[in-house]
């Protein structure tokens, strides 16, 4: 099955730091890739809609310049919080879809914690 | 908007207890229907995808139907490590990902 790998499983970091995620699929690529948001006993929020060699789609309320978004390959796509802040701490989960498939998969997620 | 509503918010079962899992959902086009399992602190895991009423999949002790409004989940004598959160999610055919319901957190007690 396709596999999707994100790096780092857990980062804790100061506030007023930046933090970078890496999200990529290993065994295919994917054109599009979703940035989800987790928070305790919560559902996955969607953010923002990650599209090779174009600009990131940002759903309504998440702020595109405190999370950046990068796609520049078929098979990578990154998250940067930028100026993180305690609120900021969450569940980050990156998916994609392989080009035909209609089911999405997941990365195994990211616990940030902004002290 | 999609939507996804899911009950219970959680579900407290003996081993062996076969019950079943809801997830009622409102969208304009359904392009599928999938069910998810998280384990604590990692990424949902896929277990099925839905197209149309009356469809099923089966995986071991997990059944899952579909109709026009919802999606049941059935779970047949279930063990220990089927305990997990149970997330539905819709694709409404628009180009962003998918829409999740809260999630049902189901505990298997031996």
């Known amino acids: 099955g396709a596999v999707v790998s994100q790096h780092p499983s857990w980062v804790i970091c100061k506030s007023g730091t930046s933090v970078k995620i890496e999200c990529r699929s290993l065994d295919f690529q994917a054109t599009t890739m979703f940035w989800y948001r987790q928070f305790p006993k919560q559902s996955l929020m969607l953010m923002a809609t990650s599209n090779e060699g174009s600009k990131a789609t940002y759903e309504q309320g998440v702020e595109k310049d405190k999370f950046l978004i990068n796609h520049a390959s078929l098979t990578l796509s990154t998250l940067t919080v930028t100026s993180a802040h305690p609120e900021d701490s969450s569940f980050y989960i990156c998916?994609?879809?392989?080009?035909?498939?209609?089911?999405?998969?997941f990365g195994s997620g990211t616990q940030l914690s902004v002290l | 908007e999609d939507q996804v509503t899911q009950s219970p918010e959680a579900l407290r079962l003996q081993e062996g207890e076969s019950s079943s899992l809801n997830c009622s959902y409102t969208?304009?086009?359904?392009?599928?229907l999938f069910w998810y399992r998280q384990d604590p602190g990692k990424g949902p895991e896929f277990l099925f995808t839905l197209y149309s009423a009356g469809e099923e999949k089966e995986k071991e002790r997990l059944k899952a139907t579909l109709t026009k409004k919802e999606s049941f989940l059935h779970i047949t004598a279930p063990k220990p490590e089927d305990s997990a959160t149970y997330l539905c999610a819709v694709d409404g055919g628009g180009a962003d990902g998918l829409t999740f319901g809260k999630g049902t957190h189901l505990i298997i007690q031996p």
């Open positions: 998916s994609a879809r392989p080009t035909g498939r209609e089911k999405l998969f």
């Open positions: 969208v304009s086009g359904l392009r599928g």
